[in-house]
């Protein structure tokens, strides 16, 4: 079975301020993926960025990037110089590598940048 | 390009009444489909996936059920609702190819208020 662990409830960032998000993940299978989703107040899941746990860099995308500590089990995502925008859920993910099988989702970080 | 449609937005609906959700993909052939419910300030839960035409697999045992009758269509049903099926339903796709094929991409979302 996969878990997913998001310490951080809520935090408040000051505007173009970096912010990390925490993740850590369990999983006995030796490969999966490891994913980024922001739900803004109208709900919809938006992908960020994706990790394969045999990438061997970290991934980045635009003003996110996704920290990546294989031996730590940690996947956490840095926003480089927050916007109000970015005010949203922030959810953590995993899923086995290859299959169909879906997502195995934290319980998700509130950010709130403050300007 | 690819789109994911989902309707209603929003649904009151009486205990012991019908349910029926719909979900179309755009843009793509035969993707992976799946259903996913979240709760109040929770994370998603996976409740059904899809990997071709007829083809469920089941999650979590409840009061729901699944079809896929076309490739690029997906159905959550209920022939009576509980109060606990109240949520926020979700229906996700991914590709079967390319670079993208282990992300799922997300619908609007349905909120679903059982009374």
């Known amino acids: 079975a996969q878990k997913i662990t998001q310490t951080q409830p809520g935090m408040f960032v000051q505007e173009k301020e970096a912010v990390t998000l925490d993740c850590t993940y369990d999983t006995s299978d030796p490969s999966y993926g490891l994913f980024w989703y922001k739900q803004p107040s109208s709900g919809e899941m938006i992908f960020l960025i994706y990790q394969g746990s045999y990438d061997q860099q970290n991934a980045t995308e635009g003003r996110y990037s996704l920290n990546f500590q294989k031996a730590r089990k940690s996947a956490n995502l840095v926003i480089s110089a927050s916007q109000l925008g970015d005010s949203a859920m922030y959810f953590c993910?995993?899923?086995?590598?290859?299959?169909?099988?879906?997502?195995?989702f934290g319980k998700g970080t509130h950010l709130i940048i403050q300007p | 390009s690819q789109t994911i449609h989902q309707w209603p937005a929003t649904l009151v609906q009486p205990v012991g009444s019908p349910l029926s959700l719909e979900c179309t993909v755009e843009g793509t052939s035969n993707p992976n489909l799946y259903w996913y419910r979240q709760a109040a300030g929770r994370g998603l839960q996976l409740l059904f996936y899809?990997?071709?035409?007829?083809?469920i697999s089941s999650e979590v045992p409840q009061n729901l059920s699944a079809s896929r009758p076309q490739d690029r269509q997906f159905i959550l049903s209920s022939k009576k609702l509980l109060l606990s099926d109240s949520g926020f339903y979700l229906c996700?796709?991914?590709?079967?190819?390319?670079?993208?094929?282990?992300?799922?991409?997300f619908g609007a979302g349905t909120r679903l208020s059982v009374l």
């Open positions: 993910a995993m899923t086995p590598g290859g299959g169909a099988d879906g997502l195995t």
């Open positions: 996700a796709w991914n590709p079967t190819s390319g670079l993208a094929k282990n992300i799922q991409y």
């Open positions: 899809s990997v071709g035409i007829g083809q």
